[in-house]
């Protein structure tokens, strides 16, 4: 028998050690660090940068080398390394939450976590309840994203009540409840997502943040969330099959979320995911398509999750009933809707307008 996986103790190359810090796989302190590094290490006999290469995964987990800036000399000198420059957006959001998720970390170690975990509202079923919503009406279950401000669109609503607006979707036939917590791209917090569950807003709620640690799966709970978001572009595989599991193990439901061909089939390659979402936004470039959810239901793929039972949510530039049906032809059973309700001067009757009638009854 081959006992290499269940060594606790995993030595990489200095190579390896540098991609592993520089993508920042997933940084555990369980047996898990040894299996999955050692995982990846044997994937192939690769190792991680050129794993996370074939996965063709662009996004860095932080600059490749030392500070964007750096002081030279007794006169401080501000050299600017443009190495170290993001490629992209989400590169830039990847490297300032790795920064900020490093610092709450050290504040609340899993262990205050795991208490809090105690205190945090029951997991309310997102998963089953997207299902029991497109069973009931035939339509696609609406995720209602209560989202202030977005690095593509800037500030979307200014007077911006999350609870009120929390509150107007429930009443207006949201099935599930989409809630930014970055702080700095999108004006969100933690504690919106709190207080709606605390006012008590019954929908499953599904917390949107850019995940890249465990650590982050835990706190979420701890605020009371019922669903996480896991992005393809960002992840190995090796994270998201972990994070999923941490998912069940909690309860909660992943929404695994992919752009394109090479994302979809990682992910239909990895065993027991459940719900799927197509975002018609490039998070690299801002171009929003709606047609990219038809493209990725086409054909084999479409059929493989259709066996599977996968519920697909299309998320993402979704403005008119047209838009809904649109994606619904493609094979969606749920919707995650942004701008188009939050931009409207009632956003729950927004959704009305979104579906060409009252989805509320
Ligand atoms: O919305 C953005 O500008 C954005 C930029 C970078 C990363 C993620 C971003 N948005 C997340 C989402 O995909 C949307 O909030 C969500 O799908 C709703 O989209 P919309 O209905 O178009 O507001």
Redesign the pocket.
């Known amino acids: 028998m081959d006992n290499r996986r269940k060594s606790p103790v995993v030595r990489c190359t200095s190579a390896e050690k540098d991609s592993v810090d520089t993508y920042g796989a997933v940084a555990y302190t369980s047996d898990y660090v040894a299996n999955s590094r050692e995982a990846r290490e044997f994937e192939n006999g690769n190792p991680i940068g050129d794993i996370l290469e074939n996965q063709g995964i662009r996004i860095r987990r932080r600059p490749p080398t030392g500070p964007p800036m750096h002081a030279v000399g007794p006169f401080e000198f501000r050299l600017e390394n443009e190495g170290n420059t993001p490629r992209n957006?989400?590169e830039k959001?990847i490297w300032d939450k790795d920064k900020e998720i490093s610092q709450l970390k050290e504040r609340k170690p899993l262990s205050v976590l795991n208490k809090a975990l105690n205190h945090a509202p029951p997991v309310r079923d997102f998963v089953g309840a997207l299902r029991a919503s497109y069973q009931r009406t035939c339509m696609p279950a609406l995720i209602a994203?209560v989202?202030k401000a977005?690095?593509?669109?800037g500030v979307l609503r200014e007077d911006f009540d999350p609870i009120q607006i929390a509150k107007a979707y429930e009443r207006n036939g949201a099935t599930c409840l989409s809630v930014?917590t970055d702080e700095k791209?999108f004006q969100g917090s933690f504690e919106n997502l709190e207080a709606i569950r605390r006012v008590g807003v019954k929908c499953p709620l599904l917390c949107?943040e850019f995940i890249i640690d465990a650590w982050q799966i835990y706190y979420a709970r701890s605020k009371g969330a019922d669903a996480i978001l896991l992005i393809a572009a960002v992840l190995p595989d090796l994270d998201i099959k972990y994070m999923a599991k941490i998912c069940s193990k909690l309860g909660m439901t992943a929404l695994v979320e992919v752009h394109d061909e090479r994302e979809m089939d990682r992910v239909l390659s990895i065993d027991g995911i459940q719900l799927i979402g197509i975002?018609n936004?490039n998070?690299e470039t801002?171009e929003?398509d709606i047609s990219n959810t038809k493209n990725l239901l086409e054909g084999k793929r479409g059929d493989t999750i259709r066996q599977r039972d996968i519920m697909v949510v299309g998320?993402?530039?979704?403005f008119t009933p047209e838009d809904i049906s649109y994606v619904q032809d493609a094979g969606v059973k749920a919707v995650?809707?942004?701008?188009?309700l939050i931009k409207q001067e009632d956003p729950g009757r927004g959704i009305a307008g979104l579906f060409g009638k009252d989805i509320s009854v």
């Open positions: 957006i989400l959001i994203e989202k977005s690095p593509s669109r930014l791209y949107k975002n936004r998070l801002f929003v998320e993402s530039g979704l995650l809707v942004g701008e188009s």
